[in-house]
């Protein structure tokens, strides 16, 4: 299955026989898990498994297990295949996010709250812009994610971050500095994925902790290349610059097509159950960038 499927898709529309629809995908080139992440964790919690094209979290009482990217980057089409904790996994949470670390750190985050079986698992995405967050999206997911993989990624460009569930965006941040507000564009990330217990906020505000009964929680990503300015000596002014032979530089990336304004636009109004800009408690004023970032 083609890595960061929702990136770039050129659809065929081929005829053998019966006419049907192929879909190519912008494929990262293919590596293992060894060429380009590192784990702290034993092999028991971090199970690189096929060669290293595949790569199970397992988490128990004893620990939350994570890896991390060895490059840093800046720029690119970045993702992942995930398939999350099946059946009960109330409490659990599962992370896939991009971060600079250090004290004002950029960060795109994906991370997967599981529920209690048969309830649907929500994912929230947040952006943290030199060091300031809160800015959470919660949306429920359309299938049932469990059940096979999915892509999740981001394409982040100088002038736009989307994020991308499989082929659908579900999320728009622009570069609003003309606004005032920080954008990512100046501290590489590393890429980094984890399955932790969120029992205290994660499932219906904290109402069902992680049952570890029903463990261990097993998560499985794929997908190993990175389609992304690799920093490389230090050398950020590189990948920062937007270097015209990196595609997603192309004036068409920095912008959706109607069909993918057509898509957020659904994704807005039928599976968005949680939006900052839309938290008068929080932000008794709208946040500056949130009327740049919405299509409904
Ligand atoms: C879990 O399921 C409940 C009931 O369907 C739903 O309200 C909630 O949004 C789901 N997700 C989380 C993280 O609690």
Request: no cysteine; glycine share 12%; hydrophobic share 40%.
């Given at each position: 299955m083609g890595f960061s499927t929702g990136i770039r898709t050129l659809v065929l529309l081929t005829c053998v026989g019966a006419a049907f629809l192929a879909v190519v995908t912008h494929a990262a080139y293919a590596a293992t898990f060894n060429e380009n992440y590192v784990t702290g964790a034993d092999a028991k919690h971090t199970q690189v498994l096929d060669g290293g094209n595949v790569v199970n979290l397992v988490l128990d009482q004893f620990l939350a297990p994570e890896f991390g990217s060895k490059g840093l980057y800046l720029f690119g089409a970045i993702g992942m295949n995930i398939k999350l904790v099946p059946?009960?996994?109330?409490?659990t949470v599962t992370a896939y996010y991009l971060s600079s670390g250090g004290t004002h750190h950029d960060e795109l985050d994906f991370e997967f709250l599981g529920n209690v079986s048969g309830q649907p698992y929500t994912l929230q995405t947040n952006v943290f812009a030199h060091g300031v967050g809160g800015r959470e999206q919660r949306v429920n997911l359309?299938?049932?994610?469990?059940e096979n993989y999915h892509s999740y990624s981001v394409r982040w460009t100088r002038e736009i971050i989307i994020f991308f569930v499989d082929d659908t965006p579900i999320r728009v941040f622009r570069n609003n500095e003309n606004l005032g507000v920080p954008f990512l564009n100046a501290q590489p990330v590393g890429i980094y994925a984890s399955l932790w217990d969120g029992s205290a906020w994660a499932t219906q505000g904290g109402r069902y902790p992680i049952n570890?009964?029903?463990?261990?929680f097993v998560a499985s990503f794929q997908g190993f290349g990175v389609d992304g300015c690799e920093v490389a000596g230090g050398n950020i002014a590189y990948c920062a610059a937007g270097p015209?032979?990196?595609?997603?530089?192309?004036?068409?990336?920095?912008y959706l097509t109607q069909q993918q304004i057509a898509a957020l636009k659904n994704v807005q109004s039928?599976?968005?159950?949680?939006?900052y800009c839309t938290d008068r408690v929080r932000y008794p004023n709208e946040p500056a960038e949130c009327f740049k970032n919405w299509y409904g």
């Open positions: 059946g009960d996994s109330a409490g359309w299938f049932d994610p469990t570890w009964a029903a463990g261990p015209a032979n990196a595609w997603w530089n192309a004036g068409q990336y920095q039928n599976y968005l159950v949680y939006d």
